[in-house]
T-cell receptor, first 114, second 110 residues
Framework: DAGVTQSPTHLIKTRGQHVTLRCSPI?????VSWYQQVLGQGPQFIFQ???????GRGNFPDRFSARQFPNYSSELNVNALLLGDSALYLC?????????????FGPGTRLLVL | RKEVEQDPGPFNVPEGATVAFNCTYS??????FFWYRQDCRKEPKLLMS???SGNEDGRFTAQLNRASQYISLLIRDSKLSDSATYLC???????????FGQGTELSVKP
C-alpha cells in the first residue's frame, strides 16, 4: 500500500510569492495534518483537517491556509512568502483525529525562499 | 518554556552501548506520548507509543512518569543503524495536534 505522498519534493521561491503544497493521505485515512520543520527543530503543527473540516490550527499567521478535498487529499497554501518560511513541510495522515491515533508522515516538501 | 523539552545532544556512543534519552513536558493534561525517529533529511517515523506501565520493543524501552511529567527512551546494544534524531512527542488536546520536542541526535560509532 502506498504511504502518504507529497508534491513537489523541492521548491524554490522568492519573497512575496505564493506556494501550494499537496498531500495525499494513506488510503482509508480521513485526517490530514500539516507541520513545519525548520532546521534543527522538531516539527510544528500548522493545521489539521478531518472530513474536509478544519479541526485544529497552530500558531501561524493568516498567510497560511489549507483545505481538504472530498477524496481526503489536502493543499497547504502560503501567501506572501518570507525568508523564514524556508522549511520542510510535512503532511501526516491518520484514520481519525483521536489523541491516540498514530500519524504517518509523508516525505515532505522542502521549501527554500530566497 | 517549551511544551516539550529534550536534550539536543549529540550523543556519540560506540556500538553495543546503552543510551538513554529524557524528555519533559509542561502540560499535565497531556494524554498520549510517543517517540518518533527521524533519519537525516527524511520524515519522522513512529518508533513506539509510551504507556504509564512502560513498554518494550526489542532493544527499545520507553517509560512514562505522569507525576514528574517525564518520558524516557532506553536503547540497549546500540547499532550503527540506530544513528538518527529521536523526537519526543506529546498529544495534549482533543484531536491530533502533536507537539514535538526539538529532537535528540544520536550517533553510533563502530
Amino acid at each position: 500500500d502506498a504511504g502518504v505522498t507529497q508534491s513537489p519534493t523541492h521548491l524554490i521561491k522568492t519573497r512575496g510569492q505564493h506556494v501550494t503544497l499537496r498531500c495525499s493521505p494513506i488510503s482509508g485515512h480521513k485526517s490530514v495534518s500539516w507541520y513545519q520543520q525548520v532546521l534543527g527543530q522538531g516539527p510544528q503543527f500548522i493545521f489539521q483537517y478531518y472530513e474536509k473540516e478544519e479541526r485544529g490550527r497552530g500558531n501561524f499567521p493568516d498567510r497560511f491556509s489549507a483545505r481538504q478535498f472530498p477524496n481526503y487529499s489536502s493543499e497547504l497554501n502560503v501567501n506572501a512568502l518570507l525568508l523564514g518560511d524556508s522549511a520542510l513541510y510535512l503532511c501526516a495522515s491518520s484514520f481519525q483525529t483521536g489523541t491516540g491515533e498514530t500519524q504517518y508522515f509523508g516525505p515532505g516538501t522542502r521549501l527554500l525562499v530566497l | 518554556r517549551k511544551e516539550v523539552e529534550q536534550d539536543p545532544g549529540p550523543f556519540n556512543v560506540p556500538e553495543g552501548a546503552t543510551v538513554a534519552f529524557n524528555c519533559t513536558y509542561s502540560n499535565s493534561a497531556s494524554q498520549s506520548f510517543f517517540w518518533y525517529r527521524q533519519d537525516c533529511r527524511k520524515e519522522p517515523k513512529l518508533l513506539m507509543s509510551v504507556y504509564s506501565s512502560g513498554n518494550e520493543d526489542g532493544r527499545f524501552t520507553a517509560q512514562l512518569n505522569r507525576a514528574s511529567q517525564y518520558i524516557s527512551l532506553l536503547i540497549r546494544d546500540s547499532k550503527l543503524s540506530d544513528s538518527a534524531t529521536y523526537l519526543c512527542v506529546v498529544n495534549t488536546y482533543q484531536g491530533g495536534k502533536l507537539i514535538f520536542g526539538q529532537g535528540t541526535e544520536l550517533s553510533v560509532k563502530p
